[in-house]
């Protein structure tokens, strides 16, 4: 405390800018999750999709999923597209403030097994 | 003669770090591991850990990684269509399809994880392991699809696990 009232007023004010920096690199950034855009494939997909988003993200903490929209830094946009063979897992996360996109991963799955591997993944090494 | 000596020490200290570097540049930093797709139209790009590597999947030759792990990709026309893991320094050599080790974690450390995705631990990556140092010369990776997905899947019918 002593040492404290020791400081002089600009140290003091350093410190604390670089506390508020501190914070702010660790907060995770908040994440919405819009409902699944489904393009001929069946609704239980998307829940099984999302269940998984949700226990990968969980386990790997790097973000922090919200229920609101209005709350949420980023969202991770959804999409199980059908094609000849299978469906394309599609994964865009943009800026919740402008729409801007960050990135965007598209991966094949034969059936819906392979969405472990591919949401483990795209957990694990994208969603920041 | 004790002149000649100290004039020619640093030199030859030189020569022996350069041969040093070229031998690890031989071993290690010229090395390539040569990525092929099992799909003859080939006209994929790619990755390696993350970033592109070569543009075709025709003579792509990948430098090896400073790190023990290699995650292949192949992408065309923006989809990722398959991965090779290649992981050097432990097990045994094998190309066996197996479950990635961060499916075995997730699993272990999921509770109460619905049946239907605990039925999925059968993972479709390809992993591969290799006992020496030094990555295999050659991987393929598996682009086409499974024997199983030409009878296609029923995406648009009810999940049957649930």
């Known amino acids: 405390m002593l040492y404290l009232k020791c400081m002089s007023l600009s140290v003091r004010k350093i410190l604390l800018a670089l506390l508020i920096c501190a914070a702010a690199a660790c907060a995770k950034p908040r994440v919405y999750l819009p409902p699944v855009d489904l393009q001929g494939v069946h609704p239980d997909y998307a829940e099984r999709l999302v269940a998984l988003v949700r226990q990968y993200v969980a386990v790997d903490k790097h973000v922090l999923l919200v229920d609101n929209a209005q709350q949420s830094d980023k969202k991770l946009q959804l999409r199980l597209i059908r094609e000849k063979h299978g469906v394309i897992v599609a994964f865009e996360m943009r800026k919740s403030k402008d729409d801007s996109l960050i990135w965007a991963y598209r991966h094949i799955a034969y059936d819906a097994n392979y969405f472990i591997p591919i949401v483990s993944r795209v957990s694990k090494e994208k969603i920041r | ?162």
């Open chain 2, 1 to 162: 003669m004790r002149m000649r000596f100290l004039t020619t020490a640093p030199a030859m200290a030189h020569l022996f770090a350069f041969a040093m570097l070229a031998c690890c540049a031989v071993l290690n930093g010229c090395a390539t591991v040569k990525v092929e797709v099992d799909d003859s139209r080939e006209g994929y790009a790619i990755y390696c850990n993350g970033k592109k590597v070569c543009d075709n999947s025709e003579n792509c030759e990948v430098p090896v990684p400073s790190g023990d792990e290699m995650y292949l990709e192949a992408e065309k026309d923006g989809v990722v269509y398959g991965e090779a893991v290649i992981h050097r320094g432990d097990g045994g050599y094998t190309t066996q399809t197996l479950a990635p080790r961060g499916t075995a974690e997730i699993a272990a450390k999921t509770v109460g994880m619905p049946l239907g995705i605990a039925a999925g631990a059968i993972q479709p990556l390809e992993y591969i392991t290799t006992t020496t140092e030094y990555f295999p010369a050659e991987v393929m990776i598996p682009v086409m699809p499974p024997d199983s997905a030409v009878s296609a899947y029923p995406w648009d019918q009810p999940d049957p696990s649930k």
